[in-house]
């Protein structure tokens, strides 16, 4: 009888709640995960046992999490690129890798990118002075080129005296600023797709999302109404990407649907992505099982959808209210919501509440999208305490 092969350790840097949603399917699949945590207690910690608190920027503390494990992957993109590439050195199997994570983690990389691949992207240009931004054309959105998450890092500016905080986070960051025209556009999609070291490579449905205030609120999948043709595109653009940058797991392609019928990309993820959380109960292989399979090239899953319908809606923490004090509900928020509900899928990520944070969200899939809506919605805002305790 030949002796089984031990399934090997994958190396994870970051431990927010990305990390913590690899654990489950990880658990399943038999595979120990090693993560590097910025400090105790965080989302991840919480589940991984095997880790290591430490700073992504600090190269020994990479190489002391990565020692045995033939593969690194990532829960966000702020590895420094150099120290990416050592680890490459080193032996490590770093995926993505740094030659397409810098895609991910430089807006002007990827914007020189989607140019020279022809594929649609809002117009564009590095600017260096609030004067270059007027040359360009207001209104407009100034991006820092690094660093920017869940709206921070960009702003929407009319004028010159608009340019000046985007400037100066840009200064003090030391990075560049980019303009990019305010589009017309009827909503955003996100196509996400999953590419393994040979080549091979899955698709899921182009979904909706919503964003407030530059974070995003709650995605639609499949998006609802969406033109087949500019569905496929949005796909086909998913996966160009994905192979001419040498994508390694997830990438999430966001995208404007213009008001004149076209799509544009707007951001990239390499990585599991909020736009992709529907999955963990709406398709036959979540995105976070899919990311596992990719980054170890173990055969990658069905994409395909199980429901008609499957509508993801984040929990957020909720501004302090004057007379009530902190508002939310997480552990006691589970009575009301799962009898009210039985098929809801609930996924908390172990943190506290602070107003905006996410801190969890919630799926429901039918074969009825207003009921899907309506439920999703509801449980979201219970969680919130943005109903009172008459709605029960």
Known sequence: MTASTPAPTLAVVGGGQLARMMAQPAIALGLPLRLLAEAEGVSAAQVIPDHVVGDHRDLETLRRVTAGCPVVTFDHEHVPT????????????????PRALVHAQDKGVMRAALERLGLPSPRHRLVTAPEEVADFGFPCVLKTTRGGYDGKGVWVVRDLDGCAEAFAAAEAAGVEVLAEELVDFRRELSALVARSPSGQAAAYPVVASTQVDGICHEVVAPAPDLDPDLSARAQRIALELAGALDVTGILAVELFETTDGRVLVNELAMRPHNTGHWTQDGAETSQFEQHLRAVLDLPLGSPAPRARWTVMVNIL???????????????????????????????????DLRPGRKVGHVNAYGDDLEDCLERARHAAAWFRGDLGDESE
């Open 82 to 97: 150099e120290h990416l590439h050592a680890l490459e050195a080193d032996g490590v199997a770093v995926r993505p890798g």
């Open 317 to 351: 923490g909720a501004p302090e209210d004057p007379e009530r004090g902190e508002v939310g509900r997480l552990w006691d928020g589970y009575p009301h919501a799962l009898a009210r509900d039985p098929r809801l899928r609930v996924h908390l990520y172990g943190k």
